[in-house]
């Protein structure tokens, strides 16, 4: 068997992580029997800086004819604020259709967690982010600019096309799982977003009957996640609350260098991409002070997406073995490089 | 001295927790020698469900004739959710021009904390939520209900009226504090909205040369606040960024029972109101299990804003000292009623 994989490195530690995902996929192919063809492709700060591009058609199109896209991270001092993210993460995640991001909220055995006496058992859940629009149309209008008559209008978009396919993805998921679908909205605010996410989870849900729904509005569930997250299976929410909540899921299932996600295209007509969470930490980088657990998380997601499902179990038991054995989460801390760390991680996939 | 109050108890656990901060304020009065001429306002479940009446424009006439008004809290499960927090809440809110909602996030000495090894110095911060605007314009519209191609458009309006009056009254704040002022918004995606209130931090930070300023997404935020909340002093934020952030900021100073707030009027144009930020919680109420801690910090707030500035600073302290005492926040573990606490809080006023 073989995959197609491009590989998107990006700024600042995207590329120090990537490298050692890299080695952990090498032992895994060795151990599960399965070939990658990798192609690396530029884009991110350097590439934007040397030549004025952020995402040329040509990119997104050889993108297109892969099985998968492993991201590192994106973003740079050097660059202002919101245009790399919108110009290539967003641009990426509308132009490829990737319609759903998936983030588990998973404590590891040994990994250290910020909340008092919260135990593994109690923390395993899946966040389902409509990944499309919303909030993230980014369209928006300012008259008056620069006057004390300044507005500005943003505007969340929410189409049944989107949150349909949401709410079926995390339907699906949830059957799967222990049953149990949360809706995470704002209906009692937000009123005709709400309508739409509630008549979805209504009219998807009849045809899961055995998946149990609840709904919480986004401001409680910030007050559940942390000190009841057992109270959580499968969470479908907004692109927004869904960037919000997912980071503070990061940080009850001990902070970013544990956290993966995956950018789902369900239709098949553009390729996922799997991330960690984290940023490009332009402070760290360089120094191999980047803890590769995230990176190496997303692999195993992205093993799973590719159908190799053995090599993505090891892979995820791997680096969770490895990352409740740092007493830091990245630092000089650490107490191993993240080269080191990678090897690791791949040793204990190669031995099985 | 006297003032003249609203008392707008509500639903469910509101008028047990009115209660017992009414029989705090008398204790207050007796000590510092000042009177108060107490209104009962009838809003609510019941009045809606008996009158049809959310918010009539005579009761908001009578309400503008007060110093202040005492709210508990608002909401049944007999009412379709969303009509009581818009027509009531938001409602008044908006009517009464109660341009910022303020919340202290302040973990007091000996409260539990759910965050592991987080101590009493290291949290005190205070959120100026922008309080009249933004996603709770409540506007939106929805095309093709019911069909495939619904689509619902939701509108957050940012003017620098609105922005301006709340940065300023942050840059205020932050200048008698810590002299650190933070602005949380997700100025990458919600770009006209993040350059309003941008331009605001720059143009009233001109105003304050020693206050510092800083900048963080609100999904880092999610991250930061729980883990490093030192890092905040005062944080200004949009109406449904404050919303989210302030519940998550309640987890980490302990709680539900220990969160107050005030929605304040800073144009004198309309009533401040104090409020805890526990709900009307109906599975408890009527039994004595609610922690009026909440709405006693609520009315310490008040106070404050009344000018009695040592009986607010003898009611938070009295309201923090027997709260510290309790085994949980609610519930029958609390080990004593509603009613016993607010005599307890009531006598540490009264003794000094
Ligand atoms: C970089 C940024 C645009 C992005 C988002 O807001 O979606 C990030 O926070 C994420 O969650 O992947
Ligand atoms: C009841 C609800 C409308 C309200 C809000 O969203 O503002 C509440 O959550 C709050 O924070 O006071």
Known sequence: RTHSIAVLPGDGIGPEVTAAAL????????????????????????????????????????LRGHDAILFGAIGSPTVTPGILERGIILALRRQMEQAINLRPVRLYDGVPTPIAGLTPERCDMVIVRENTEGAYVAQGSTVHAGTSAQVAVQESVNTWY????????AFRLASVRRKKLTL??????????????????EEVGARYPDVETDYVHVDAMCMHLPVNPERFD???????FGDIVTDLGAVVQGGLGVAASGNLNIAGTGTSMFEPIHGSAPDIAGRGWANPAGACLSLSMMLGHLGEGEAAAAVEAAAAAVVAQLPALAGAEMGATTEELGRRIADLVRDG
Request: with cysteine.
């Open 23 to 62: 080695a952990v996929l090498d032992a895994a192919q060795e151990r599960f029997g399965f070939t990658t063809e990798r192609t690396d492709v530029p884009l991110g700060a350097d590439h934007y800086l040397s030549t004025g591009e952020l995402l040329p058609d040509a990119t997104v199109e050889e």
């Open 162 to 169: 989107a949150v349909e396919r949401a709410v079926d993805f």
């Open 234 to 240: 499968v969470v479908v929410t907004d692109n927004l």
């Open 184 to 201: 995470c909205h704002k209906t009692n605010v937000l009123v005709e977003a709400g309508k739409l996410w509630t008549r979805a989870m």
